[in-house]
C-alpha cells in the first residue's frame, strides 16, 4: 500500500468524490483507509457507565485504497506515487512531477 498515515489524499471515487482529506489510519490487510471528513456514517453507541453515556456519534468509516490518490500540494492535482531508490534509501515520488515525497 503506497498511501501513508498523514498523507493529503483526494477520493476519486464513491460518495464523496472530488473531495481531499489527511489519511488518519491505513488498514493495510483490507487494503482500506480511514480519512479525516471522509464517508462519515452515524454510529449508535449504547451506555458504558456514567463516564460514556452512549448516544449517536458520526465517524468516519473506511475506504478502499484504490478509491483515493495521493494530492500533491505542490502542483494541486492528484498524482499515482512510485518508489526509487536514493542514497540507498527507499523513497516515494509523485510519478507526476518527480518529486520526493517526506
Known amino acids: 500500500m503506497k498511501i501513508k ?6 477520493v476519486i471515487a464513491g460518495k ?4 481531499t482529506g489527511k489519511v488518519l489510519r491505513t488498514i493495510p490487510k483490507d487494503n482500506k483507509v ?12 449504547k451506555p458504558q ?6 448516544g449517536i456519534n458520526k465517524v468516519e ?7 483515493v490518490m495521493y494530492f500533491d500540494k505542490a502542483s494541486g492535482k ?5 518508489y526509487k531508490f536514493e542514497d540507498g534509501k527507499k523513497v516515494r ?10
Open 93 to 102: 515520488f509523485v510519478k507526476s512531477t518527480g518529486n520526493t515525497i517526506k
Open 34 to 45: 480511514v480519512v479525516e471528513n471522509i464517508n462519515v456514517v452515524t454510529k449508535h453507541n
Open 49 to 54: 457507565g456514567p463516564q460514556n453515556p452512549g
Open 78 to 82: 492528484a498524482s499515482r506515487i512510485g
Open 61 to 67: 468509516a473506511p475506504i478502499d485504497a484504490s478509491n
Open 5 to 10: 498515515a498523514g498523507d493529503i489524499v483526494k
Open 16 to 19: 464523496d468524490r472530488g473531495k
